[in-house]
């Protein structure tokens, strides 16, 4: 329906029929393609007639409405008022009774279309994670500016009633100040940002980065603008300062990955509930839980999000920041914990001595994890250690305090500035174990990917032998791949799902010039095949050839005619992706040559192996925030089982729950002993026995015209998750 409630009021040619070819190829388009309106005369009653009209004429009852908190609160009066109006239709002899009885019920299913992500009850509305990736984008370039100036930036994002996008790109840079509306700062705000910049620039910080949201306001509801930051740090400091408003970029650009998924995802859920309604259903909003679709009563959602706001009139701030939810807040808490070392004399000291090092291949987002342990190690007492290299630089006792400052601007960088090797320590045990003791180190924290883990494995192992090992230790799953049992998101992969979803944006664009043309594109992953699957989702590819779910010579035929169909269509161009390690004996060269050899005449080839630029570039903002919160979450751990675990003036932990892998499972975050893991792996492949993402495989063939079934068991039916907190899962979409 072009132009949103406008068009079902204007009617006519704004309500038509879609195909399949209609929706083709809008998958990486911003914006709406149908449009979008504010509408006055949907607010009064004649509109909403005029509107049910138009409806019942076409014999529409069932309305999917994508939009913020005032679309889905209309769409909800709308359907509270429709047996009145085709009541109102019928004494105005414009339908008869027989329409009435017809169309009796109207059904209706809310999705959340929103970059400020300030709707209760989903943990990410869509739009918000595209929106991060423009703002971080325009961070990424200040930041390089800078090395060259000595400069503060004042940055204003988007945001009037909601700070989320403030908060989330504060923690993503590192930024030194953000001002959000939910929690306005304390009075004296002026002189504490000043010393602070002071401070930076003391220690040869080159960069101040201060975020302002639109709605910023002071703790007497008193509006904060970028201008007058800028103001108070050029008169109180002479700093050179600059402001950049971004407004409507951020609505702008390609979508992001994780939008691609969460909006097909989103969509699907939808046209099951709409079939499975009843005139008893109230109506629904689809959300993301954690990694789970869910539906929520809309009324109850919409409800809580202008309680927010009344909140907020009201000066009650730490209710307004409740209510936002649990994963609102922890952003909250871990920018608190981050952003503002107390003064060393303030801090406790605990004569805890901990390590931190990177193993495996590298994994955008391992710096930033670096980085929040490292800080979150200091408020708590500890002494913290970087291991350079992995488990070999361990051995040889490349290992160095690090201090606050020394782990500054690391958020944005990708890979891994400790160095990362894939080698595992079985075969230095006693080395590591001798460094250990050296340095006294008093628990570990290992950041990466499967070899973190088998290397965990191996430590948990070895304590009968070593007692340097009897110490708390905490794997952080990073690696491209998302293959390391006990978490559904590793660090790394959002990013590279990124990398791959923009090459295959550039190539299907190279292919909009020439007709018929089919391309096949290898992923890497290991056996895992996360990547090409979802990759596959994200890019609106025809197929995946992936290791979980094998495939023989007849599935590849099959996928050749369909292409062979496709291209009889309007959309005369394929996309075919392989993950690397999908089949020994059907190679990517052997499919494109069978993909050439049978397409003869109808379509021609090409075939694309993407690479280490998978593992490349500035991390996305989904990776810089989830490996800065969950390394938080598990320095914290670490703190807990150090004092747990101190006994007569010394640190002793053998038990099963001292070596955890802290990971994402459906809505919560997990600490995992590594031993009771052992039992989900798969180690000759080195993936987990079950994936979740698997149950997204059937929607892939859907939304590539292949007859399948789509199991429901990823929906559950409106579900009541306590809507007090509605937000329930820690992060999971950031």
């Known amino acids: 329906m072009p132009k949103g409630y406008q068009g079902m009021v204007d009617g006519g040619d704004n309500i038509v029929e879609v195909?399949?070819?209609?929706?083709?190829?809008?998958?990486?388009?911003?914006?709406?393609?149908?449009?979008?309106?504010?509408?006055k005369?949907?607010?009064?009653?004649?509109?909403?007639?005029?509107?049910?009209?138009?409806?019942?004429?076409?014999?529409?009852?069932?309305?999917?409405?994508?939009?913020?908190?005032?679309?889905?609160?209309?769409?909800?009066?709308?359907?509270?008022?429709?047996?009145?109006?085709?009541?109102?239709?019928?004494?105005k002899g414009k339908?008869?009774?027989?329409?009435?009885?017809?169309?009796a019920y109207l059904n209706i299913v809310g999705m959340v279309g929103?970059?400020?992500?300030?709707?209760?009850?989903?943990?990410?509305t869509?739009?918000?994670?595209?929106?991060?990736?423009?703002?971080?984008?325009?961070?990424?370039?200040?930041?390089?500016?800078?090395?060259?100036?000595?400069?503060?930036?004042?940055?204003?994002?988007?945001?009037?009633?909601?700070?989320?996008l403030a908060l989330v790109s504060a923690l993503a840079c590192g930024a030194d100040w953000v001002f959000i509306p939910e929690y306005p700062p304390e009075e004296g705000w002026e002189d504490s940002m000043c010393v602070k910049l002071s401070e930076n620039r003391a220690r040869k910080k080159r960069l101040n980065i201060i975020i302002v949201a639109e709605g910023a306001i002071d703790c007497h509801n008193k509006p904060i603008t970028s201008e007058k930051v800028k103001d108070l740090v050029v008169q109180r400091l002479g700093f050179d300062t600059r402001v950049t408003i971004l407004g409507h970029v951020q609505r702008g650009g390609t979508p992001s990955a994780f939008d691609r998924i969460l909006a097909s995802r989103m969509g699907v859920e939808a046209v099951l509930a709409l079939l499975e309604a009843t005139p008893d259903t109230p109506a629904c909003v689809v959300s993301l839980s954690g990694n789970q679709a869910v539906r929520l009563p809309l009324m109850e959602c919409v409800q809580m999000t202008q309680e927010v706001q009344k909140a907020m009139d009201e000066g009650r701030f730490v209710e307004a920041v409740r209510l936002r939810g649990r994963s609102f807040e922890n952003n909250l808490n871990t920018y608190k914990l981050l952003s503002h070392k107390r003064p060393d004399a303030e801090l406790p000291k605990t004569n805890f001595n901990v390590a931190i090092l990177n193993v495996g291949a590298p994994a955008a987002g391992m710096n930033a994890a670096v980085r929040a342990a490292v800080r979150v190690g200091i408020t708590e007492g500890h002494k913290m250690f970087a291991v350079i290299d992995g488990f070999e630089g361990f051995a040889r006792g490349k290992i160095k305090e690090i201090s606050w400052g020394d782990v500054g601007g690391w958020t944005g960088q990708g890979g891994s500035i400790l160095g990362t090797k894939r080698t595992l320590p079985a075969k230095y045990l006693e080395k590591i174990a001798d460094q250990m003791r050296t340095n006294n180190i008093n628990a570990l924290m290992v950041i990466g990917g499967?070899?973190?883990?088998?290397?965990?494995?191996?430590?948990?192992?070895?304590?009968?032998?070593?007692?340097?090992?009897?110490?708390?230790?905490c794997v952080l799953p990073a690696t491209i791949s998302n293959n390391v049992p006990g978490t559904d998101f590793s660090i790394?992969?959002?990013?590279?799902?990124?990398?791959?979803?923009?090459?295959?944006?550039?190539?299907?664009?190279?292919?909009?010039?020439?007709?018929?043309?089919?391309?096949?594109?290898?992923?890497?992953?290991?056996?895992?095949?996360?990547?090409?699957?979802?990759?596959?989702l994200a890019a609106g590819a025809d197929a995946a050839y992936i290791f979980e779910e094998q495939f023989d010579i007849r599935e590849l035929q099959a996928n050749v005619e369909h292409l062979t169909e496709k291209m009889k269509t309007s959309i005369q161009r394929g996309l075919v992706l392989r993950n690397e390690n999908s089949n020994e004996n059907y190679t990517t060269d052997f499919i494109y040559q069978l993909y050439s050899e049978e397409g003869k005449g109808v379509f021609d080839c090409r075939k694309n192996v993407l690479g280490h630029m998978q593992q490349g570039g500035a991390p996305s903002p989904f990776d810089r925030n989830f490996g800065t919160k969950i390394s938080a979450k598990?320095?914290?751990?670490?703190?807990?089982?150090?004092?747990?675990?101190?006994?007569?003036?010394?640190?002793?932990?053998?038990?099963?729950?001292?070596?955890?892998?802290?990971?994402?499972?459906?809505?919560?975050?997990?600490?995992?002993?590594?031993?009771?893991?052992?039992?989900?792996?798969?180690?000759?492949h080195r993936i987990p026995k079950e994936q979740w993402w698997l149950k997204l495989r059937p929607l892939m063939k859907i939304l590539a015209k292949y007859k399948t079934s789509y199991d429901v068991s990823d929906s559950g039916q409106l579900e009541h998750v306590a809507m007090h907190s509605p937000k329930e899962a820690e992060t999971g979409a950031i």
């Open 114 to 124: 929103s970059i400020d992500n300030d709707f209760c009850g989903t943990d990410m």
């Open 492 to 536: 790394g992969a959002d990013t590279a799902l990124n990398a791959i979803v923009e090459t295959c944006d550039r190539i299907k664009q190279s292919a909009s010039g020439t007709k018929r043309r089919v391309f096949i594109i290898e992923t890497m992953g290991g056996y895992c095949g996360y990547l090409a699957n979802m990759g596959a």
């Open 126 to 164: 869509i739009g918000t994670d595209s929106a991060l990736h423009r703002i971080i984008e325009v961070v990424d370039a200040i930041m390089t500016t800078a090395q060259s100036h000595q400069r503060t930036f004042v940055l204003e994002v988007m945001g009037r009633h909601c700070g989320y």
């Open 634 to 684: 598990a320095m914290q751990w670490i703190s807990k089982k150090l004092k747990e675990t101190y006994r007569k003036g010394k640190v002793f932990a053998n038990t099963d729950d001292s070596v955890c892998l802290l990971g994402m499972r459906r809505r919560n975050l997990v600490f995992q002993p590594v031993a009771e893991l052992k039992n989900e792996t798969d180690f000759v």
């Open 19 to 39: 195909s399949w070819e209609s929706v083709s190829s809008i998958l990486q388009v911003g914006g709406t393609v149908i449009g979008s309106a504010r509408c």
């Open 450 to 473: 499967f070899e973190a883990y088998e290397s965990c494995l191996q430590l948990h192992e070895a304590r009968s032998r070593f007692e340097e090992f009897c110490v708390p230790v």
């Open 95 to 103: 339908i008869d009774e027989e329409a009435v009885k017809k169309y």
């Open 41 to 91: 005369a949907f607010r009064t009653r004649e509109g909403r007639l005029q509107a049910a009209y138009n409806l019942v004429q076409r014999g529409i009852t069932n309305l999917c409405v994508i939009g913020g908190d005032g679309s889905l609160t209309g769409a909800n009066l709308f359907r509270e008022e429709w047996s009145g109006l085709l009541e109102e239709l019928a004494q």
